[in-house]
């Protein structure tokens, strides 16, 4: 009986009609993921490159420029605009002083204010939430209506404020067109819009802090004030260096409640320095010079982060 001998199959046809690996174009994960990853940040990344980079490098570029919009003028000025403002500008040293006081002000009231109230927050219980919530709300505020509202509520004899200091016996001053009084309102509208979000910072920072440390030092016969001075506010003082770098460096740039309340007077008690760089530029059309006074703006800035930046080793535990 014949016996059937299978013969291996073929497959070279099959082979050859497959392509081989090596010429199929495939991307790795890897590949893959990074160019997702690329593609998601690249809006970003072109916002910052034109809205920010390419501004800032041309702020350097005209800060070394006598460019002038009313003169059509623009050469190059070296080191001039800044000779200029150091030397022979006479408004340039109160406009520092005054941006100095107002950025301390700023700071002292706002971390003072916001934490006691942050602490007495603490001590409600579920109304917590309610108040916190009334103490943002004005964040979230434009700034222009803020500043517009507290315009007409400082004004002279027809402001709400002094109409009811009228009903006990006090003549207010006429806040906003006294030299001696026009810093101090707009430092305080300031501090009561954005106190609310240290108010949430610092309740959020006294939560962390455990309860155990002060039923400890209460057994040991300390009261209130010696457990808040000698175990929360060290304990706090990390996010208390955070609220003051950042109501620093926020205070710099504070031109809405400037230009909307003050237009830095009366007799440029209020000139504060951003607002002295659209003075320059869009007053006088130097905008060579502005961009050299936004210049130190960017320096004046970048210390206080740098500050920041070197100053967490003190307060920051354990921090190598």
């Not at 609220?243 to 205070?251: E, R, Y």
């Not at 960017?298 to 740098?306: A, P």
Request: glycine share 6%; hydrophobic share 55%; net charge positive.
């Amino acid at each position: 009986m014949q016996r059937l001998r299978l013969q291996p199959r073929q497959s070279g046809s099959i082979e050859a009609a497959r392509p081989s690996a090596a010429a199929q174009p495939r991307i790795s994960n890897r590949m893959r993921d990074a160019l997702f990853g690329y593609l998601f940040i690249s809006p970003q990344v072109i916002g910052f490159l034109i809205l920010v980079l390419v501004p800032l490098i041309a702020v350097f570029y005209y800060g070394f420029r006598n460019q002038s919009l009313l003169t059509g003028t623009s050469d190059f000025a070296g080191f001039d605009n800044y000779v200029y403002m150091f030397e022979r500008d006479a408004l340039f040293g109160k406009v520092i002083v005054n941006s100095l006081v107002f950025m301390l002000g700023t700071v002292v009231f706002n971390v003072i204010l916001s934490l006691v109230l942050a602490v007495m927050l603490m001590q409600l219980g579920r109304a917590r939430t309610l108040y916190r919530v009334l103490f943002f709300a004005p964040v979230v505020t434009s700034g222009a209506a803020w500043a517009i509202v507290w315009r007409f509520i400082l004004q002279g004899e027809q402001g709400t404020l002094n109409q009811f200091l009228a009903t006990i016996g006090i003549d207010g001053p006429n806040w906003l067109y006294d030299a001696n009084w026009a810093m101090l309102s707009v430092i305080i509208t300031r501090v009561i819009k954005n106190a609310g979000l240290n108010i949430v910072i610092f309740t959020a920072a006294l939560a962390m802090i455990p309860h155990d440390y002060a039923e400890a030092a209460h057994v040991d016969g300390a009261n209130n004030r010696q457990v808040f001075t000698r175990i929360t506010l060290p304990l706090l003082m990390p996010t208390i260096l955070v609220v003051v770098i950042l109501t620093m460096i926020g205070s710099m740039k504070v031109f809405d409640h400037i230009v909307l309340m003050t237009r830095g007077g009366p007799a440029n008690a209020t000139m504060v320095l951003i607002y002295y760089i659209y003075y320059q530029g869009f007053q006088f059309f130097e905008t060579g010079y502005a961009s050299a006074l936004a210049v130190i703006l960017f320096l004046i800035s970048l210390v206080l982060t740098l500050v920041q930046w070197l100053s967490r080793k003190v307060f920051v535990y354990n921090e190598q």
